[in-house]
C-alpha cells in the first residue's frame, strides 16, 4: 500500500529565504507526482506535475525534482514571500484510474 | 463552469440526518474524484468515477457513504445517518480524458463542502 510522507509538518521562514519542502513514497511503481497548494478554506491549486519519466519541473520561482527509485521528491521555493504562505501537499499517482495518494502536508508561513 | 463547482459550500447538520454534497465538474471532464480531508488529516481517496460508472470506490468508509453520477456530468455524495467524525471537509476533482503522460491527467480540485455534524 502506497504511504505518502511529508516532512517538515510545519516550517515557519523570514521572507526573501530559499526553502526546501520534502515529500516521501513507500511504492516507486508511480505514474506521476503533484505538488499542490492549499490556502485556509479553499481548494488545492496544482503547482507542478512530474512525470516518472522526467527528473524536475520549474515553474518561476519554484522547482520540483523526483527520484523515483528513491521514493523521494523535493519542491523547492526560492526567495520566499508572505503571499507563499500555505499548505503544500504532494500526491503521487501509481494506477490507472488516476487516483491520488497525499501526504499531510507541509504549513508553510513566510513572515515578512 | 471555468471551474469545478461544489456545494453547498458550508453545511451543518445534526447526529443522524442524511446529507447530499454536490459536484459539478469542469465540462468535458470524464474522470470525477470524491477526496475527504479531516481536521488534521490528509486527503483521503472516496471514489473515482469514470462517466457514470465509478470502478474504485474503495474508499467509501462504510455503507453510510455513497454517490452517484448522472450524464457524464454532476455528481452527488451522499451520507447517511450522519455522524461526528463525518464532521470534514469533502473536496471533488475532475480530469479531462487523454493520454496518461500529456498532462492531461491533472486534477483540478473544486473549493469544497464543509460538513460539521453536531
Known amino acids: 500500500k502506497q504511504e505518502v510522507t511529508q516532512i517538515p509538518a510545519a516550517l515557519s521562514v523570514p521572507e526573501g529565504e530559499n526553502l526546501v519542502l520534502n515529500c516521501s513514497f513507500t511504492?516507486?511503481?508511480?505514474?506521476?507526482l503533484q505538488w499542490f497548494r492549499q490556502d485556509p478554506g479553499k481548494g488545492l491549486t496544482s503547482l507542478l506535475l512530474i512525470q516518472s519519466s522526467q527528473r524536475e519541473q520549474t515553474s518561476g520561482r519554484l522547482n520540483a525534482s523526483l527520484d523515483k527509485s528513491s521514493g523521494r521528491s523535493t519542491l523547492y521555493i526560492a526567495a520566499s514571500q508572505p503571499g507563499d504562505s500555505a499548505t503544500y501537499l504532494c500526491a503521487v499517482n501509481g494506477g490507472a484510474t488516476n487516483k491520488l495518494i497525499f501526504g499531510t502536508g507541509t504549513l508553510l508561513a513566510v513572515q515578512p | 463552469g471555468a471551474g469545478v463547482s461544489q456545494s453547498p459550500s458550508n453545511k451543518v447538520t445534526e447526529k443522524g440526518k442524511d446529507v447530499e454534497l454536490r459536484c459539478d465538474p469542469i465540462?468535458?471532464?470524464?474522470?470525477l474524484y470524491w477526496y475527504r480531508q479531516s481536521l488534521g488529516q490528509g486527503l483521503e481517496f472516496l471514489i473515482y468515477f469514470q462517466g457514470n460508472s465509478a470502478p474504485d470506490k474503495s474508499g467509501l468508509p462504510s455503507d453510510r457513504f455513497s454517490a452517484e453520477r448522472t450524464g457524464g456530468s454532476v455528481s452527488t455524495l451522499t451520507i447517511q445517518r450522519t455522524q461526528q467524525e463525518d464532521s470534514a471537509v469533502y473536496l471533488c476533482?475532475?480530469?479531462?480524458?487523454?493520454?496518461?503522460?500529456?498532462?492531461?491527467?491533472?486534477?483540478?480540485f473544486g473549493a469544497g463542502s464543509r460538513l460539521t455534524v453536531l
Open positions: 476533482a475532475s480530469s479531462s480524458p487523454g493520454r496518461r503522460l500529456s498532462g492531461a491527467n491533472v486534477l483540478t
Open positions: 511504492d516507486s511503481a508511480i505514474y506521476n
Open positions: 465540462s468535458g471532464h470524464t474522470a
